[in-house]
Nanobody, 116 residues
């Protein structure tokens, strides 16, 4: 079955960095666009970044442009989110997402807390 497992979250001070990972299984990873979303306390889930199946096309929501980098390793079935210059407003649960022919799939999420 389809599985997405995120890791790498934690507590970090403002200005710090984290690298999130998502390991995928149960589908042909290299043929699908992958996305990261996040959900802050009391807010709706929002899209953060997208990487095309080849890794050559990437896009970001405005609030993270220039600070976050999405990438993927198709040989390892992994997608990453490198987060630099973190701000308190980046605090959220971060989710990996793929939209297959049968519908969208989500991981369990990984918590990121940016606080001094």
């Amino acid at each position: 079955q389809v599985q997405l497992v995120e890791s790498g979250g934690g507590l970090v001070q403002p200005g710090g960095s984290l690298r999130l990972s998502c390991t995928a299984s149960g589908f042909t990873f290299s043929t699908y666009t992958m996305k990261w979303y996040r959900q802050a306390p009391g807010k709706e889930r929002e899209w953060v970044a997208t990487v095309h199946r080849t890794g050559g096309i990437r896009s970001y929501t405005d609030s993270v442009e220039g600070r976050f980098t999405i990438s993927r390793d198709n040989a390892k079935n992994k997608v990453y989110l490198q987060m630099n210059s973190l701000k308190p407003e980046d605090t959220a649960v971060y989710y990996c997402n793929v939209h297959l022919d049968r519908g969208p799939y989500w991981g369990q999420g990984t918590q990121v807390i940016v606080s001094s």
